[in-house]
C-alpha cells in the first residue's frame, strides 16, 4: 500500500527553525511532484512550496526567502526547510505526491504534523 510518512513538526519560538522530512512508499506510478501544503484554523489548505522530478520548485510568496524545499528523486523523499518562523506559520503541514497520468488514484496525502510558533 501507499504511505506518506512525515516528520520534523513541533512548537517553535518566532525566529526559530524546523526541518519537515517525507518519504513515500508503495507509488507505483511515475512521481511528478512532491511538496508541502498547510492548513490553519479557520483557513483553507493552501501551498507552501512544491518540487518537480526536473528540480523546478514553486513557493507561496509568504514563505519565499524563508522556505528551502529539496528532494531525492531516487528515495522518493522530499524536505522542507523553514527559517525565521513567524507566528502566522502555525498550521497543520500536509506532505503531498502527485503521479503522472494517474489522475486522481495517483495523488497522496499525508496524515498531517503540526507546526506551532509561539512564545
Known amino acids: 500500500q501507499v504511505q506518506i510518512v512525515e516528520s520534523g513538526g513541533g512548537l517553535v519560538q518566532p525566529g526559530g527553525s524546523l526541518r519537515l522530512s517525507c518519504a513515500a512508499s508503495?507509488?507505483?506510478?511515475?512521481?511528478?511532484?512532491m511538496g508541502w501544503y498547510r492548513q490553519a484554523p479557520g483557513k483553507q489548505r493552501e501551498l507552501v512550496a512544491i518540487?518537480?522530478?526536473?528540480?523546478?520548485?514553486t513557493y507561496a510568496d509568504s514563505v519565499k526567502g524563508r522556505f528551502t524545499i529539496s528532494g531525492n528523486n531516487s528515495e522518493k523523499k522530499v524536505w522542507l526547510q523553514m527559517n525565521k518562523l513567524k507566528p502566522e506559520d502555525t498550521a497543520v503541514y500536509y506532505c503531498?505526491?502527485?503521479?503522472?497520468?494517474?489522475?486522481?488514484?495517483?495523488?497522496?496525502w499525508g496524515q498531517g504534523t503540526q507546526v506551532t510558533v509561539s512564545s
Open positions: 503531498n505526491v502527485d503521479s503522472v497520468g494517474a489522475g486522481p488514484l495517483g495523488n497522496y
Open positions: 518540487i518537480t522530478t526536473g528540480g523546478t520548485t
Open positions: 508503495g507509488v507505483i506510478f511515475p512521481i511528478y511532484s
